[in-house]
Nanobody, 122 residues
Framework: QVQLVESGGGLVQAGDSLTLSCAAS????????MGWFRQAPGKEREFVAA????????YYADSVKGRFTISRDNAKNTVYLHMTSPKPEDTAVYYC???????????????WGQGTQVTVSS
């Protein structure tokens, strides 16, 4: 498995931008597809975005499409989630995950970070 550590969360005002980072270690990062998930208070964890091993394909939840961008830098062993025009409903703990496929379900990922809190104020 690969070890993942998220950073970049915090308090942001609606309409501003924020970039989350997830640093990987322990295994060759470039062999993994990467995903971002989030969990809001009282809700189940949900898919946000995913990227294939080489960054060639990206996938997004409808709720963030056009506002969030997932990218990766294999030389830096890091995946990013750039959030533009965040809304209060984007408030959640954001998790990055590594797996064999860039899927939308949690079971497709076998390594998870500890999460980083994002709070969007109106």
């Amino acid at each position: 498995q690969v070890q993942l550590v998220e950073s970049g969360g915090g308090l942001v005002q609606a309409g501003d931008s924020l970039t989350l980072s997830c640093a990987a270690s322990g295994r060759p990062f470039s062999r993994y597809a990467m995903g971002w998930f989030r969990q809001a208070p009282g809700k189940e964890r949900e898919f946000v975005a995913a990227v294939t091993w080489n960054g060639g394909n990206t996938y997004y939840a409808d709720s963030v499409k056009g506002r969030f961008t997932i990218s990766r830098d294999n030389a830096k062993n890091t995946v990013y989630l750039h959030m533009t025009s965040p809304k209060p409903e984007d408030t959640a703990v954001y998790y990055c995950a590594a797996g064999d496929y860039a899927g939308t379900v949690e079971s497709g990922y076998n390594s998870w970070g500890q999460g980083t809190q994002v709070t969007v104020s109106s």
